[in-house]
Structures are given as structure tokens and as C-alpha cells.
């Protein structure tokens, strides 16, 4: 008599990721604590057309006294703005015609702010032992562009804040991207930490299925969540440091972050390193 046997399997997975963003559903599903913090700011985001064509490859931030003003390269005739700033300047820009914003902005690009001499007297004394030790930057510094006109309807603006997750993983679940961190736009580095965790992710996973072990298995999701914060983390908090750092106008400070700028800039081991934390 034939008979067939049937064979039950089960096979665990990773049921869910966790890639909702910095309001995650996943997140508060898991019962992961989340520290937050708000910057009392809002990004102001636009796409803008420049005034004149160039070859638009550089990415520019100027650190105003009322928060980073940036634009970043889109084609050779449009760049995308990230202005933050106070949340209720930002509801004022947001309410200008196109034509008013377009100003205000260039103003902020533009506008030369008075420094403490302290600040200038430190800077060049810094700048002249730079050049006897021949660590001057040959660097041609290009100046910032102007802009023409806001292209219609792209101006929106979001909160910023500070988000941690304590947990990246629960159960059968991760989290990736601003669902397990948030982080001030002043360094660009969002994305940056999002793709990071994708690629961690991955390499984990495959690693255990290559190893034999199921994908579901917890070690995996526990190496990416250690091996993330560990990196995460740091990035983080140096990000929340350079805004605070950033949000002074306090003399001492201001001579500080200059000279410490100068110096970052002069020492390109020290430039790389930085260069090579945010590219993963
Ligand atoms: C003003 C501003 C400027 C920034 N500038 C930069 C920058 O210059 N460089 C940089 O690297 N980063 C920048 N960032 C950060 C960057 O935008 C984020 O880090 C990045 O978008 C996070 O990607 P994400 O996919 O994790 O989340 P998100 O981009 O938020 O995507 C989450 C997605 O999940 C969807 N979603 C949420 N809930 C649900 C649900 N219940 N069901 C189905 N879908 C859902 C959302 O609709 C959304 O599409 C900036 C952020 C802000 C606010």
C-alpha cells in the first residue's frame, strides 16, 4: 500500500522591518523606549533655481546664528534647500510669496555677520602657524551661490528633534532608518545612517543563512543591533553636539569652534577619518 508522508515544516523569518520613519508604529508595537528631544526648530525644505548655470557639485552649509542654512546640488541649474530654523521664522518664511522667500534667502546666504574680534585674531594667528607648519589648505575657496527663484509650490517644512530607540530588534522584528534614530539635518547624515543599518542588516542576515542557522534566529538581528548603535549612537550625539555647539554666540565658544574647524580642515588625516565614520 503506498502512503505519503506529509511533512510539516516551519520556517522562521524576520516577520517584520521596522521602516515607518520617525513616528514608527513598529517602534511603539515593539515597546521600545525612545529618547527624544526637540530642537524647538523646523527644516524648511525648497527646491531652488540658481542664478547663473555652473557646475553645481558642491554641497553648501553656512552656520547662521539662528540655525544652518544649506543647499545641495541638484542638477546645474537647481539645488535643494534644507533652511532650519526657529519654528515660528519658519512659519513666517513659509507664508512669503516666492519672490519675498527668494530674498530672505539670499540675504541669509549672503548677509556678513559681525565676528568678536577675538574670533579673527585667533583665527589668523592659528592660520599663520598653520602655514609655517605648511598645513595651510591649498583648497580655492568658491563662493556660495545666489538664487534666482523658488521653484512653485516646493516649500515645506518639517520639526526636528533628536530620536533614539533603545532597541533596534524584538521578536521577529527590526527597526531601520528614523525609525530606530532621528538626527538634526545640519550634517546630512540621515540617510547616510539609514543606508548603514540596510547594509548591516543584510550582510547579517546572510551571514546566518550562509552559516546554517535560520534567518529568523535571534543572534543576527542582535549582532545588527549592536554593531549599529555602536556605530549610530556616537554619530548621533556628535550630530546633537555640533547643534548645540552651533547655537551659541558666546565668545569663547565661537573661538573654540572656529579654531577647532580650522584645524579639522588643515589635518586631512583627521578630515578623512571624519569623512570615512559618516560614509557608513
Ligand atoms: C528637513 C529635513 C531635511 C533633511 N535633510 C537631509 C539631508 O540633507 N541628508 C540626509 O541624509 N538626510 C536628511 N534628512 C533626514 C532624512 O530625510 C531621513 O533620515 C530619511 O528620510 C529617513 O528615511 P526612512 O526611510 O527611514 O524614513 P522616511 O523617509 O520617513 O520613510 C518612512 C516611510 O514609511 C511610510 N509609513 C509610515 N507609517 C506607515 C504605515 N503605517 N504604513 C505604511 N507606510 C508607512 C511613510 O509614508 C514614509 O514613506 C532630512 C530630514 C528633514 C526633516
Known sequence: MASTAVVKASIDVVQIVGADGVSSKVRAAMGAQYLTWNYGQMGLVATVRLSEPTENKVA???????????????????????????????????????????????????????????????????????DSLMLRSSAVRQLQPSVAEIEPNSRAAFPLAFGHSTRYMGAGVVLIGDAAHRVHPLAGQGVNLGFGDVKCLTEQLTESVYSGQSIGSKSPLLNYETSRQRHNVPTMLAIDGLQKLYSTEATPIVVLRSLGLQLTHALTPLKSAIMNHAAV
Open 60 to 130: 553648501w552649509q553656512r552656520f547662521l546664528p539662528t540655525g544652518p542654512v544649506a543647499l545641495l546640488p541638484l542638477t546645474d541649474e537647481l539645488s535643494s534647500l534644507v533652511w532650519s530654523i526657529n519654528s515660528d521664522e519658519a512659519r513666517r518664511l513659509l507664508n512669503l510669496t516666492d519672490e519675498c522667500f527668494a530674498d530672505a534667502l539670499n540675504e541669509a546666504l549672503w548677509k556678513q555677520h559681525p565676528r568678536h574680534p577675538a574670533v579673527d585674531t585667533a583665527t589668523r594667528r592659528l592660520d599663520s602657524i598653520l
